[in-house]
């Protein structure tokens, strides 16, 4: 089964929400790269609180998501209450889509696969239910690794570091629920598809080691999720002083650049 983000539906826009300027360089993106039009059908699995689609389905397109997480969706649902608007809303797993071959022009999969233990059944789907000439945009994760700030990404992924290694003296190691980057890739190209990576939008994220370790604390990121609550509660106190020592004060600067990559999948849908 793949990861549900129920437990944190209320507050997943504050937390991993796009900057407004940002999301409307990133949805003029998607809309250019696909050159669509009034006649475009889109598709998300995974469209959760609507951090891609809303801004599409507000400018009136076609769109229909799913997502496992029905709290996710009402929450996208009470942002377009009162609104004429073109979404569809499926609670499914992606990777059994309740869709019919070949129903889509833009299939967007956005942070996603890394969450799903079958992935390339994921990605079968996905394929199956766009058209012969569909476009699948595909984004794996933030990429944090602009060489400009690579210093500023070191200090800000040394806790991350720490965090396992803390995790795997008490015994525990974190398991990769889905795919990564270099996976999902190697498969597209062995399926024979034409692959481009555009940066969409470019930002400065701002943080301090207190913000971030308070993410921690609250367990906001799916990697904590699965982690027993007698070793999360001797960690979080073991990485709290580690930050404090490391770092000298919680309120040190761990801003650095962040972009929005988007992989641009073509000649890749069945016939």
């Known amino acids: 089964m793949s990861v549900s983000f129920d437990r944190v539906s209320d ?11 940002i999301s409307e360089q990133v949805t003029q993106c998607i809309l250019d790269l696909v050159l669509a039009t009034s006649e475009t059908q889109f598709f998300e699995p995974g469209i959760g609180t609507g951090r891609i689609a809303l801004p599409i389905v ?14 996710m ?5 009470h942002k377009l209450q009162g609104t004429s608007h073109r979404l569809s809303l499926f609670h499914a797993d992606a990777t059994s889509l309740p869709f019919a071959d ?4 833009v299939a967007i999969a956005v942070h996603i696969l890394h969450l799903i233990p079958n992935w ?13 000439t569909g476009v699948f945009l595909y984004t794996h994760g933030s990429d944090r690794h602009a060489k400009p700030d ?14 396992r290694s803390i995790l795997a003296d008490y015994g525990f190691e974190p398991s990769d629920y889905g795919a990564s980057e270099s996976k999902v890739l190697g498969v597209l190209q062995a399926q024979g598809a034409k692959l481009e990576t555009v940066i969409a939008a470019q930002w400065r994220i701002e943080k301090t080691v207190g913000e971030l370790l308070d993410r921690y604390q609250q367990r906001m990121y799916s990697s904590c999720w699965q982690i027993p609550d007698k070793v999360f509660s001797k ?13 000298g004060s919680l309120d040190i600067d761990l801003s650095h650049k962040n ?13």
């Open 120 to 132: 390339q059944q994921a990605l079968a789907e996905i394929r199956r239910v766009l058209k012969p």
């Open 259 to 271: 972009q929005f990559k988007i992989v641009v999948v073509k000649d890749w849908a069945f016939d």
């Open 11 to 21: 507050i997943y826009d504050a937390t991993r929400g796009l900057p407004l300027h």
């Open 150 to 163: 690579q210093i500023d990404v070191d200090q800000y992924q040394s806790v991350g570091r720490q965090w």
């Open 73 to 77: 969706m009402m929450e996208l649902r």
């Open 58 to 71: 507000q400018r009136g397109y076609a769109y229909a998501g799913v997502d496992i997480s029905e709290k």
């Open 102 to 105: 070949h129903s889509f022009d």
């Open 235 to 247: 960690a979080i106190v073991d990485l709290t002083a580690w930050c404090q020592r490391y770092y």
